[in-house]
């Protein structure tokens, strides 16, 4: 007992240094790196919520786009239709993309597999282009997500960027701060139960059922969260903010990380954002076309999906970890 | 114990890293970028690839070509112009992002030319051009909200406004077809809302009226919408949308005998004739199409400017044939050249706005109607002149040989026919003005 409030302490105390370090971070570096930080920020959300799914609930989604779609689309209609303030649009994205997960769970639930996730990719593929079908969801012309500039107390020389950085920033920290503390507790053990042997979870007086709605809930909730910041950094909500490229960037993301993990969430996001950099910088050391610029980053992320499942199947932080083990014994 | 003492070395180690980070990493400096002594360099974000960028992916190439031809005569007071162009597929998320990196990577003085207005709305917002004052010249739109100085307080735009082009449609309609009632098939958006607010302003709002989103009218649709059409008694059907639409709609008019049976009439934005013939719309489809512009037509060899530019196209964009977007792209280019010109020699973000607000409406430009560029104006071209399509795509002047250009705001005031005679075309196309 004493152990565990000692890493829940150890872990809260974490979390408030690096925030304090992305503070300190944020207010040396330039525009542009704040901006690439707000992605990282909003990136690693997305791959904690998957990780929670699929690495500890054992339910493999294809879909988390659609689920931050959801959250995208709340925040940007509370705050532009309704006029409420962005820190309540925020809100409504977690709580409304909850409640969607939790209708959405209800019907997966009784899935796995290959039909789980092709229900999910169903869902990545369908949900955000509803909005062309509804004329007050904006269409591809979409809806504006403005949260405003900084208050003027930070200062005139306090960018956009960096404000939209302190609050990808602020939001992701809290948000997989409580991710990782569920994971330690008691629904941590039992979702890797129900992923691990269901038939044995549920003799042991699980409900497999209800943990499953649950993770599902609670991960869409929080991928609401990271489309809502996602539609807050490219000022919009409309369908091709959710690609379905978007689902697999994060699944690669939660492969390069390891989804059996929180650990290396940050590593997996920074590695989404540098892709695109690195493409740019090989089309221009190559001379290649505009055409290669926009195809490149997608054969990367395929590449690297390739690479990580042959090589470091589990993540490189499970390979540390693994490594550790080993040196001990 | 030994807990409390790796708690306390997690907190000394995390310090030392956040006061390291502090101390290596230098402050952002502000100034503006994009400008040394010896080059400019300039952003545009619009598609090349996507639907809208079969349409209009000639636009960057034009651009580049004609600066291209300007850094061989010189460049600009010295300085060699760049233009880096980054494509948004004609998606507003996408512009937003693309115009953001434009801004903070590739560090650009200023954009040009960027195209559509869904996309380029959310992009200003995106990449903070205001906060940066980032001088957004000539964009590609006729949407009428982007004349807000409040809003937009860096913003030029190039095309009249569609409200304009609405009222000088229906002057039209009034003058020579009788002023017979209309449907009008346009784009959901504050394009196809701004062309309502024209037709509305000027008391003869369409009969019939439908709305479609962006990049949502495949040929089924076009053809249940003609189909629902021609069970009316309207027999004139105007299209305010893009060129891709309207080549939709036509062949779908084609697919059901409807050619000839509807009279149809297309927007600036719709109705080049090159890009219909290049979508696959017949020859016969198109001879006779009503459609508005003002520029001089594309393939009028006799045009000074149009003559200029077809020389710099075929040796600075080989292999691109030269038709509207091309001349638009040029006529642009040579826009910004002369702004950036009479900005002078001291270049600053803040000086070339003003100098386009002060200058801009005595800039020589290829079109047949006036600039309007100034303090309170941030819309170009003011008006337009109608035609008629031949089965060659050449637009012709709808009555008499020369064309009869319209002038209007687009507000309440009048249409009204204009005796403006544009500049001269300068010695080679190089402007030399100060």
């Known amino acids: 007992m004493q152990s565990r409030f000692d890493s829940a302490r150890k872990r809260f105390i974490a979390f408030v240094l690096l925030g304090w370090i992305l503070l300190l971070i944020s207010d040396r570096v330039g525009e542009l790196r704040n901006y690439q930080g707000a992605f990282v920020a909003m990136y690693s959300l997305a791959i904690a919520c998957l990780i929670l799914l699929t690495g500890y609930s054992g339910q ?7 689920l931050m779609a959801v959250g995208g689309y709340s925040a940007a209609l509370t705050a532009t239709k309704l006029s409420w303030h962005p820190v309540v649009a925020l809100i409504m994205a977690v709580l409304v993309a909850g409640l969607f997960g939790l209708i959405i769970g209800f019907a997966v639930a009784r899935l796995s597999g290959p039909y789980l996730s092709g229900t999910t990719l169903a869902l990545a593929i369908a949900l955000p282009s509803l909005a062309n079908t509804f004329p007050s969801l ?59 042997n269901q038939t044995a979870a549920a003799l042991s007086g ?73 493409a740019d910088a090989v089309v221009t050391s190559l001379g ?33 970890h693994f490594r550790k083990k080993n040196t001990k014994k | 114990m030994i807990r409390t003492r790796n708690l306390k070395r997690l907190v000394i180690a995390s310090m030392g890293v956040g006061s390291l980070v502090g101390a290596l990493v230098a402050p952002a400096q502000a ?102 004052n980032v001088p957004d010249l000539f964009v590609n739109t006729g949407y009428s909200g982007f004349a807000n100085k409040t809003k937009y307080p860096t913003t030029f735009t190039i095309l009249p406004s569609y409200a304009m082009e609405a009222k000088v449609m229906a002057k039209y309609i009034k003058d020579n077809l009788a002023g017979q009632p209309f449907a009008l098939f346009a784009q959901a958006d504050e394009f196809g809302k701004d062309g309502i607010a024209g037709f509305t302003a000027a008391k ?26 021609s069970a009316t008694p309207l027999k004139l059907v105007i299209l305010f949308g893009t060129t891709d639409v309207t080549a939709t709609v036509l062949k779908a008019a084609e697919d059901l005998n409807l050619v000839g049976k509807l009279t149809f009439m297309a927007g600036s934005v719709g109705g080049d004739a090159n890009t219909l013939l290049a979508l696959g719309v017949k020859p016969t489809t198109i001879d006779g199409l009503v459609a508005a512009s003002f520029f001089p037509d594309a393939k009028d060899t006799t045009d000074a400017y149009v003559s200029q530019f077809m020389e710099i196209n075929t040796k600075y964009n080989p292999g691109v044939t030269f038709d509207n977007v091309v001349l638009q ?106």
């Open chain 1, 60 to 66: 493999l989604s294809l879909g988390q786009g659609a």
């Open chain 1, 138 to 196: 904006g269409a591809e012309e979409g809806i504006i997500f403005d949260v405003g500039k900084a208050p003027t107390r930070f200062g005139e020389a306090f960018s956009q960027y960096k404000w939209f950085f302190w609050i990808s920033a602020l939001a992701a920290l809290i948000s997989i701060w409580l991710i990782a503390n569920l994971l330690a507790s008691k629904f941590g053990r039992n979702w890797k139960a129900i992923r691990d």
């Open chain 1, 288 to 320: 290649g076309s505009e055409r290669l610029t926009s195809t490149l980053p997608g054969f990367l992320v395929s590449l690297l999906l390739i690479l990580a499942v042959l090589f470091t199947p589990n993540g490189p932080g499970h390979l540390i």
């Open chain 2, 204 to 229: 003869t709002p369409p009969a019939n009226t439908q709305l479609y989103p962006t990049s949502s009218v495949t040929s089924d649709v076009a053809k249940t919408y003609l189909t629902a059409i």
């Open chain 2, 31 to 132: 100034a503006d970028p994009g400008v040394t002594a010896t080059t400019i360099k300039l952003g545009i974000s619009s598609p090349t690839t996507g639907s809208a960028g079969r349409v209009y992916g000639k636009l960057p190439g034009a651009m580049k070509a004609y600066f291209d031809y300007i850094n061989a005569n010189g460049g600009v007071n010295g300085r060699k112009i760049t233009l880096v162009h980054r494509d948004d597929k004609y998606l507003p998320t996408l512009a937003a992002t693309q115009t953001t990196n434009l801004i903070l990577k590739d560090q650009v003085f200023a954009l040009v030319g960027a195209l559509g207005t869904a996309t380029h709305s959310k992009a200003y917002t995106a990449a903070a051009l205001a906060a940066k």
């Open chain 2, 329 to 434: 792209g040029m006529n642009s280019a040579m826009l910004t050249v002369q702004a950036l010109r009479a900005a002078g020699k001291d270049l600053t973000r803040a000086g070339l706005i003003s100098a386009i607000e002060s200058k801009g409406a005595t800039f020589a430009s290829a079109g047949l109607v006036p600039l309007n560029f100034s303090s309170t104006s941030r819309i170009g071209y003011n008006g337009y002149w109608f035609g008629k399509l031949n089965a060659k795509g050449e637009l012709k002047p709808a009555t008499g040989t020369t064309p009869v250009v319209y002038t209007t705001d687009s507000g309440a005031g009048d249409v009204v026919k204009s005796d403006y005679k544009r500049l001269p075309l300068p010695a080679k196309g190089i402007p030399t003005n100060s």
């Open chain 1, 206 to 278: 699980l409900n497999p059922g209800r943990l499953k709605v649950t993770a599902f809930a609670i991960s869409s909730a929080f991928s609401g969260l990271a489309g809502a910041l996602l539609v807050m950094l490219i000022s919009a909500v409309s369908p091709s903010a959710f690609p379905l490229s978007l689902s697999f960037l994060i699944l690669t993301g939660a492969v390069v990380t390891g989804v059996y993990n929180l650990r290396g969430v940050v590593f997996g996001a920074l590695v989404l954002v540098v892709i695109p950099e690195i």
